[in-house]
């Protein structure tokens, strides 16, 4: 079967000077049509109509033939029609013409070999690219504006609006002629959405940009009762960044899905890291996001095999691995000690809801007491505290403690409800409403301790286990007391007596320290950087 495209592009273009030369990521915007055409498994030829030198030159140097565009045929007045139908070569018997604008560079080529064979598998004169786009709209009748609606329904239920695009229209070689390619016989090919851009306007040539150097975005993350959750948190909060869907990925072995709670975010368990590999080697990542802690140069030189023109970015890796890296961000740590390590609290991630609350008002007496461990508490801090806080020497004090998604105890602990003074709860949606209700705070050395000092609220620390230790912003220099790793239940609970019983001032001093670091714009600083690579 003998297919020709013809792809009309002519000099003149007046909305946008010099349209179809202009660099659009990373090649001139002609090149996407002609590289589909050439990619297609049912077009066997190419001729680019125009009446331009560079875009003559652009077609050659891709392999293409062209047909020089008479000046009678550049108009602005000038169908499409009589331009396609000049730019056919007589000399050969062809089965259909594809006319593709290079106007429309987001099509793909698989779309485009769908089209082809819907048009000859139906046996059609003609099949014009289309996009469903329903909408609530109105038109004019009898001279009065009147909706084209009997019924106001949301936009999915609506019936389809099919809107022609650029992409293509296939025609049966009988019916193109200098007037018309539109057969008896017509349909249209529904593409999706974002193939379907056309470049008519300088707004057109920024959304195309945009699609054509678009991310694809892959991230693994890991969290559970010894690892901690706060990664979870984290790898969240970056997906919602990106203008694209990220692909989430977790080891079956390491991870319960309900950590990831009620996201919309697209989650694909794997088991094990060769699972990994192979389901990236075909995805082939612009973008890729470590959130497991330590990497091996192993898997860091394994996952650089698989996806070679990546680039690899690791969260709280302190790892041999994170030298293969392109950037690694330890916002829980100080040492910079390779160059793309970016180091220190300015890389702190806050969650969203906490950007909406200002700091806490430091009050005359110390009434209310925020307790959380983090999502896992390996070391039952929770425990302890409520062992503590139930004796009667602390009933004139309120205490509320969260415990997170990855506690293996939750039932035993709640039982603690049973107190008047004490609120254990679970999994809390708005954690910066309730840390804002409380004038002081015992927490662990992790993410907690970076949303407790975002919202100036004194606070006393405990590391988890060694990792921890590490983390450099949760101490006595930054506003914080910290009392070590496991401490023992009695500094514990003098450290308490001693918070409940701080002045005002005392506990505005503390807060003065803890506001003194930008912790609102760490989100910003790290998207900056993973978007400058």
Same mark, same amino acid.
């Given at each position: 079967?003998?297919?020709?495209?013809?792809?009309?592009?002519?000099?003149?273009?007046?909305?946008?000077?010099?349209?179809?030369?202009?660099?659009?990521?990373?090649?001139?915007?002609?090149?996407?049509?002609?590289?589909?055409?050439?990619?297609?498994?049912? &077009?066997?030829?190419?001729?680019?109509?125009?009446?331009?030198?560079?875009?003559?030159?652009?077609?050659?140097?891709?392999?293409?033939?062209?047909?020089?565009?008479?000046?009678?045929?550049?108009?602005?007045?000038?169908?499409?029609?009589?331009?396609?139908?000049?730019?056919?070569?007589?000399?050969?018997?062809?089965?259909?013409?594809?006319?593709?604008?290079?106007t429309s560079p987001t099509l793909r080529v698989d779309t485009l070999d769908?089209?082809?064979?819907?048009?000859?598998?139906?046996?059609?004169?003609?099949?014009?690219?289309?996009?469903?786009?329903?909408?609530?709209?109105?038109?004019?009748?009898?001279?009065?504006?009147?909706?084209?609606?009997?019924?106001r329904l949301n936009r999915q239920y609506l019936p389809p609006c099919y809107?022609?695009?650029?992409?293509?229209?296939?025609?049966?070689?009988?019916?193109?002629?200098?007037?018309?390619?539109?057969?008896?016989?017509?349909?249209?090919?529904?593409?999706?959405?974002?193939?379907?851009?056309?470049?008519?306007?300088?707004?057109?040539?920024?959304?195309?940009?945009?699609?054509?150097?678009?991310?694809?975005?892959?991230?693994?993350?890991?969290?559970?009762?010894?690892?901690?959750?706060?990664?979870?948190?984290?790898?969240?909060? &970056?997906?919602?960044?990106?203008?694209?869907?990220?692909? &989430?990925?977790?080891?079956?072995?390491?991870?319960?899905?309900?950590?990831?709670?009620?996201?919309?975010?697209?989650? &694909?368990?794997?088991?094990?890291?060769?699972?990994?590999?192979?389901?990236?080697?075909?995805?082939?990542?612009?973008?890729?996001?470590?959130?497991?802690?330590?990497?091996?140069?192993?898997?860091?030189?394994?996952?650089?095999?698989?996806?070679?023109?990546?680039?690899?970015?690791?969260?709280?890796?302190?790892?041999?691995?994170?030298?293969?890296?392109?950037?690694v961000f330890n916002a829980l740590f100080h040492e910079e000690d390779l160059?793309?390590?970016?180091?220190?609290?300015?890389?702190?991630?806050?969650?969203?809801?906490?950007?909406?609350?200002?700091?806490?008002?430091?009050?005359?007496?110390?009434?209310?007491?925020?307790?959380?461990?983090?999502?896992?508490?390996?070391?039952?801090?929770?425990?302890?505290?409520?062992?503590?806080?139930?004796?009667?020497?602390?009933?004139?004090?309120?205490?509320?403690?969260?415990?997170?998604?990855?506690?293996?105890?939750?039932?035993?602990? =709640?039982?603690?409800?049973?107190?008047?003074?004490?609120?254990?709860?679970?999994?809390?949606?708005?954690?910066?409403?309730?840390?804002?209700?409380?004038?002081?705070?015992?927490?662990?050395?992790?993410?907690?301790?970076?949303?407790?000092?975002?919202?100036?609220?004194?606070?006393?620390?405990?590391?988890?286990?060694?990792?921890?230790?590490?983390?450099?912003?949760?101490?006595?220099?930054?506003?914080?007391?910290?009392?070590?790793?496991?401490?023992?239940?009695?500094?514990?609970?003098?450290?308490?007596? =001693?918070?409940?019983?701080?002045?005002?001032?005392?506990?505005?001093?503390?807060?003065?320290?803890?506001?003194?670091?930008?912790?609102?714009?760490?989100?910003?600083?790290? =998207?900056?950087?993973?978007?400058?690579?």
């Open positions: 079967m003998n297919i020709l495209a013809v792809i009309p592009a002519r000099a003149g273009s007046r909305g946008i000077p010099n349209k179809n030369i202009r660099i659009v990521g990373e090649h001139p915007l002609i090149y996407y049509s002609i590289y589909n055409a050439i990619h297609s498994k049912y &077009i066997s030829d190419i001729v680019v109509s125009t009446d331009s030198p560079e875009v003559q030159i652009i077609a050659q140097q891709m392999g293409v033939k062209v047909h020089w565009r008479d000046a009678s045929l550049c108009g602005d007045s000038v169908t499409l029609d009589s331009v396609i139908a000049d730019a056919i070569p007589q000399n050969v018997s062809w089965d259909f013409i594809v006319t593709m604008q290079p769908l089209a082809i064979q819907y048009t000859i598998d139906n046996d059609l004169d003609t099949v014009i690219s289309a996009i469903n786009a329903p909408h609530l709209s109105w038109g004019v009748r009898d001279g009065k504006k009147v909706p084209n609606y009997t019924e809107l022609e695009t650029g992409a293509f229209v296939i025609s049966k070689s009988s019916v193109v002629t200098s007037t018309t390619r539109i057969g008896e016989k017509v349909d249209i090919f529904e593409v999706p959405e974002d193939e379907s851009q056309d470049v008519d306007t300088f707004k057109d040539l920024r959304s195309v940009e945009a699609a054509l150097s678009r991310q694809k975005v892959g991230i693994y993350v890991n969290g559970n009762n010894k690892r901690g959750i706060g990664h979870i948190y984290r790898a969240l909060e &970056i997906a919602d960044e990106f203008y694209v869907k990220p692909d &989430i990925y977790y080891d079956t072995n390491q991870t319960d899905p309900k950590i990831f709670g009620n996201t919309k975010h697209n989650l &694909i368990p794997v088991d094990g890291i060769a699972e990994l590999y192979q389901i990236c080697k075909k995805q082939q990542y612009t973008l890729f996001i470590n959130d497991i802690l330590t990497t091996s140069i192993d898997y860091m030189i394994g996952l650089r095999s698989v996806m070679p023109d990546a680039k690899i970015i690791n969260f709280e890796d302190d790892g041999e691995g994170a030298i293969k890296a392109d950037l160059p793309q390590v970016k180091a220190g609290e300015k890389y702190y991630i806050s969650g969203k809801l906490f950007m909406f609350y200002n700091p806490i008002k430091i009050k005359d007496k110390v009434k209310r007491v925020f307790i959380s461990f983090g999502g896992a508490d390996p070391q039952n801090y929770s425990d302890r505290l409520l062992n503590i806080i139930c004796k009667s020497v602390y009933r004139k004090y309120e205490f509320v403690m969260v415990l997170g998604r990855a506690k293996l105890n939750v039932e035993t602990l =709640m039982k603690f409800n049973e107190y008047e003074n004490i609120e254990v709860l679970y999994d809390i949606a708005n954690m910066p409403e309730l840390m804002s209700s409380c004038d002081v705070a015992i927490t662990s050395r992790g993410r907690t301790g970076y949303e407790l000092a975002l919202l100036g609220i004194p606070s006393i620390a405990m590391a988890q286990n060694k990792r921890e230790e590490k983390h450099g912003f949760v101490c006595n220099e930054n506003g914080f007391t910290y009392i070590g790793l496991n401490p023992d239940n009695e500094v514990i609970e003098s450290t308490l007596k =001693m918070y409940l019983s701080l002045s005002r001032k005392a506990r505005q001093n503390f807060q003065d320290k803890l506001l003194s670091h930008d912790l609102r714009g760490g989100k910003k600083r790290v =998207m900056g950087l993973i978007n400058a690579l």
